[in-house]
């Protein structure tokens, strides 16, 4: 069995910003889970914490792989198009099943990949981004409850500003070479958030 594997933490900047070094990905508003998918689907969160019983919906992921593997990404649930992330947090505090599953069916949580670290035993973190994703896309197979993230390349200014106008949370810039760096923090992943502005009355 695989060890626990803490994920890649990601660095922060302020302002969008354009390189053909960089893909960019929406910045999803969920609770980030190590998946680990062999024979059956076993999640974890950033601290470790088994919380596969926490989303019954996500129980038969493993049968979306081709291959045992171990998957980085984000659980979300959708509320009117969009990611949110109160639903998650309520769902997060729920401990008892009958109440998970008469959740799990009015607002079904969605796990999206965006990296994959093992792939029938074989580690990958040492191999570059693009490499990485690659076999992502060879090892997954979508459906309504696992899917891929998307990504475009070198606009990270324009993608920002639509994902501001439409209220979402940000995005995500990750070089190309990036190589995965568990549990560390480095430049090569980069957060930059819409940060909404608020008019206070004093």
């Not at 803490?6 to 070094?21: H, K, R, V, W, Y």
């Not at 910045?27 to 689907?41: F, H, N, Q, V």
């Not at 601290?47 to 989303?55: I, N, S, W």
Request: hydrophobic share 40%; net charge neutral.
């Amino acid at each position: 069995m695989i060890k626990p594997v803490a994920p890649m933490l990601i660095g922060e900047m302020t302002e969008p910003f354009n390189s053909p070094d960089y893909i960019f990905e929406l910045k999803l508003d969920g609770i980030r889970c190590i998946a680990y998918l062999d024979g059956e689907t076993r999640l974890l969160n950033k601290r470790f914490l088994d919380v596969t019983a926490t989303y019954p919906e996500l129980q038969e992921a493993h049968n979306q792989v081709n291959a045992p593997c171990v998957l980085d990404g984000e659980v979300f649930a959708m509320t009117d198009g969009k990611p949110d992330f109160s639903v998650m947090q309520r769902r997060s505090l729920m401990g008892d099943t009958v109440k998970i599953a008469l959740a799990a069916q009015k607002t079904p949580v969605n796990f999206c990949a965006f990296d994959i670290l093992y792939r029938d035993g074989e580690r990958l973190t040492g191999r570059p981004w693009m490499e990485r994703r690659t076999l992502l896309e060879k090892t997954v197979i979508e459906n309504e409850r696992l899917s891929i993230s998307r990504y475009i390349e070198t606009n990270g200014v324009a993608f920002y500003h639509l994902v501001a106008s439409q209220e979402l949370e940000g995005i995500v810039a990750k070089r190309k070479t990036s190589l995965y760096h568990p549990g560390k923090r480095t430049k090569d992943w980069i957060k930059i958030k819409n940060l909404k502005d608020n008019d206070f009355v004093v």
